[in-house]
């Protein structure tokens, strides 16, 4: 079974810095695209940032400039540096995945069981 495991969430005051990390397990045959995404009280699910295995990242308007997706294939583990955090970012991130689990597997969605992060003073 295909598993993502997140870590690197906490408190931290505004202005200040966190990185999660998300791994995948060693199961996955292939990755396509790794993401993360947050979802506030109250609130959906949103993009936070998105990489693919090759090619330029995407981020949501409201992280631009201050949060920094990257990945390192060799790891299958996908990091989100967020810097100038605001108590806006307040939110439970999630990290996804596409990828195959096996070489005969169709392209699935996996999601990690997120991380809470927390900005406030």
């Known amino acids: 079974q295909v598993q993502l495991v997140e870590s690197g969430g906490g408190l931290v005051q505004p202005g200040g810095s966190l990185r999660l990390s998300c791994a995948a397990s060693?199961?996955?045959?292939?990755?396509?695209?790794m993401g993360w995404y947050r979802q506030a009280p109250g609130k959906e699910r949103e993009l936070v940032a998105t990489?693919?295995?090759?090619?330029?990242?995407n981020y949501g308007d409201s992280v631009k400039g201050r949060f920094t997706i990257s990945r390192d294939n060799a790891k299958n583990t996908v990091y989100l540096q967020m810097n100038s955090l605001k108590p806006e970012d307040t939110a439970v991130y999630y990290c996804?995945?596409?990828?195959?689990?096996?070489?005969?597997?169709?392209?699935?969605?996996?999601w990690g069981q997120g991380t809470q992060v927390t900005v406030s003073s």
């Open positions: 996804n995945a596409h990828g195959r689990r096996t070489r005969f597997s169709p392209i699935s969605s996996y």
């Open positions: 990489i693919p295995s090759g090619g330029t990242t």
């Open positions: 060693e199961s996955i045959f292939s990755i396509n695209d």
